[in-house]
T-cell receptor, first 113, second 111 residues
Framework: GAGVSQSPSNKVTEKGKDVELRCDPI?????LYWYRQSLGQGLEFLIY????????KSGLPSDRFSAERTGGSVSTLTIQRTQQEDSAVYLC???????????FGQGTRLTVV | DAKTTQPPSMDCAEGRAANLPCNHS???????VYWYRQIHSQGPQYIIH???NNETNEMASLIITEDRKSSTLILPHATLRDTAVYYC????????????FGSGTQLTVLP
């Protein structure tokens, strides 16, 4: 597709379960970002991938969160042992060299019950 | 990091120009100022960015002061669909250079 694609669009999971969120960036974009947005709040940076460089994980809130990017394209954000406070919209964005125009996906709404 | 300050909310009459201010007094000489907006329940959308010269595209104009300590995003003829949260952001100076979003300005375009 032409834009950043995220799946699933909605995910409801039970507390304590693991979840995987997927992001398909725009083809050729070397930079990929993950953010999360809690209800009524701003965007919180989670992790950043740029080409083959080591990712910047400085925004990950705990060791239950991890992300990988395979082959410089698709990225998966994994949350282990989910907690209710993990409930949020998780947004992915991609761009050419960092800090040019970034294109965001529509997000995955995660609800932990 | 280029920290930015924006008013929390603004109203604008439909068809009039919306002028959204942003202070970024700590911005460094080679840091761009970016503007994004987020319409309710959607992902953020890039609007425009600039370094020191005024910029214009099909969506908006960006006026940056000569000292680069502030800028104004101008939507020349606001429509109801322009109601959104507008973010003025500068990149992090850290290794990731991620876009750091603040709380933005909620612009409400009134009929």
């Amino acid at each position: 597709g032409a834009g950043v694609s995220q799946s699933p669009s909605n995910k409801v999971t039970e507390k304590g379960k693991d979840v995987e969120l997927r992001c398909d960036p725009i083809s050729g974009h070397t930079a990929l970002y993950w953010y999360r947005q809690s209800l009524g709040q701003g965007l919180e940076f989670l992790i950043y991938f740029q080409g083959n460089s080591a990712p910047d994980k400085s925004g990950l809130p705990s060791d239950r969160f991890s992300a990988e990017r395979t082959g410089g394209s698709v990225s998966t954000l994994t949350i282990q042992r989910t907690q209710q406070e993990d409930s949020a919209v998780y947004l992915c964005a991609s761009s050419f060299p960092s800090n040019t125009e970034a294109f965001f996906g529509q997000g995955t709404r995660l609800t932990v019950v | 990091d280029a920290k930015t300050t924006q008013p929390p909310s603004m109203d604008c009459a439909e068809g009039r120009a919306a002028n959204l201010p942003c202070n970024h007094s700590t911005i460094s000489g080679n840091e761009y100022v970016y503007w994004y907006r987020q319409i309710h329940s959607q992902g953020p959308q890039y609007i425009i960015h600039g370094l020191k010269n005024n910029e214009t595209n099909e969506m908006a104009s960006l006026i940056i002061t000569e000292d680069r300590k502030s800028s104004t995003l101008i939507l020349p003829h606001a429509t109801l669909r322009d109601t959104a949260v507008y973010y003025c952001i500068g990149p992090s100076s850290g290794s990731a250079r991620q876009l750091t979003f603040g709380s933005g300005t909620q612009l409400t375009v009134l009929p």
